[in-house]
């Protein structure tokens, strides 16, 4: 086992995730994703990997306690301690609230919202015992902004940044900095059946959102931001 700092990505196969955990492994940090799609999982690894750092992956339900709990658990026996953990997964169904059904809504926050309860949960315990650590959390502007369609996303998304701007001011006191990252839309499979068509050549890409998680982390560790909002520049 090599020195490097240890972080977990969540949703790190493909898309936003697997653009931070590559980024990540650019600045030698070890890696260990988190998703459902296995295959996925370990074509990711292997990229990784190449880039010379360790990398392990854990296949399973975010919103799943016991199986957050026992692999982070893991993690810890094997690296040591969890440096960050970036809270990635998320999903979205769009629909009128007249044309939705509660599966919906509970499906949404069992993704967007108890996975990132369950992970921040289980990291924090270490990473007070060692007075270190970073969580960022994937939001959206839509965690800021309102649209038709968007009365289940868009609400998971507030809950995301109340929980981010809580946990932040909890842990501050052990030099553990806690932040959301809010994208506007961006070109990944994300829109993939949702019945939304974004202008792909206009939006953001999924580097322009790892390039964010880096400039969080590589402030000195006494300075937070705390929140950052991200849009193209010129999106005509």
Do not use: W
């Amino acid at each position: 086992m090599n020195d490097n700092k240890t972080a977990i990505v969540t949703g790190g196969n493909r898309g936003i995730g697997k653009a931070i955990a590559l980024r990540l492994a650019k600045e030698n940090y070890n890696l260990i994703i988190y998703g459902r799609d296995e295959e996925a999982l370990k074509k990711t690894q292997s990229e990784i990997k190449k880039l010379g750092v360790e990398c392990k992956y854990f296949s399973g339900d975010a919103a799943d306690e016991n199986f957050v709990k026992e692999s982070v658990a893991e993690i810890e026996k094997g690296f040591g301690k969890i440096d960050l953990l970036v809270n990635n997964a998320g999903m979205g169904i769009f629909k009128k609230l007249v044309d939705s059904e509660l599966r919906d809504f509970k499906t949404q926050i069992d993704v967007n919202l108890y996975g990132i309860y369950n992970f921040s949960k289980a990291v924090l315990g270490g990473m007070i015992k060692h007075k270190s650590g970073a969580i960022i959390n994937i939001a959206s502007l839509a965690g800021k902004n309102s649209f038709p369609g968007g009365t289940m996303y868009s609400a998971s998304k507030h809950a995301v940044l109340g929980f981010t701007r809580s946990l932040m001011l909890e842990v501050r006191e052990y030099n553990i900095r806690v932040a959301a990252i809010c994208p506007g839309s961006v070109a990944t499979e994300f829109f993939g059946g949702t019945g939304r068509h974004p202008n792909y050549d206009k939006i953001l890409k999924a580097d322009d959102v790892a390039e964010s998680v880096m400039a969080i982390l590589k402030l000195p560790v006494h300075a937070l931001i705390s929140e950052v909002d991200l849009r193209p520049t010129n999106p005509k």
